[in-house]
């Protein structure tokens, strides 16, 4: 079996040599997404709350691209900058899962690209 790359201009180019996602066997594997505007190419103003958003907005439209959604996400993983931002992260974070979040880990981290306060990768199925 082989795997299929995606690519969507509705979301940040790769920083690096990396895929927005991978396809292989149904299952999408997206790569970290950070809080980049994909029409400006520039990181969205604000804190936290705005951060998580268009983290989450961008990892959407990595899935849609891949033919899936974030109701089917299987898990996330979350890296922040600073634990004390968890329960504003929740906040947001919640309102793209109506029912039965995905499994997920967060843990806090020393840095991250462009000085960001989140990065959120995640798997999903098709």
């Known amino acids: 079996m082989s795997k299929i790359k995606v690519e969507t201009k509705s979301a940040p180019d790769a920083l690096g ?46 899935l849609l691209a891949a033919k899936s959604d974030t109701d089917k996400i299987l898990k996330c993983t979350i890296y922040l900058f600073d634990m004390s931002d968890f329960a504003a992260l ?25 000085d960001v306060l989140v990065e959120i990768s995640c798997i999903a199925y098709q």
């Open 17 to 62: 040599p990396y895929s927005q996602a991978i396809i292989h066997q149904g299952v999408v594997y997206c790569s970290g997404q950070i809080a980049i505007d994909p029409k400006s190419k520039t990181l969205v103003e604000g804190g936290i709350t705005e951060q998580v958003d268009q983290v989450m907005k961008n990892l959407k439209s990595v």
């Open 90 to 114: 929740n906040d947001i974070y919640s309102s793209y899962f109506k029912s039965d979040p995905p499994a997920r880990e967060t843990v806090a981290v020393k840095g991250l690209p462009k």
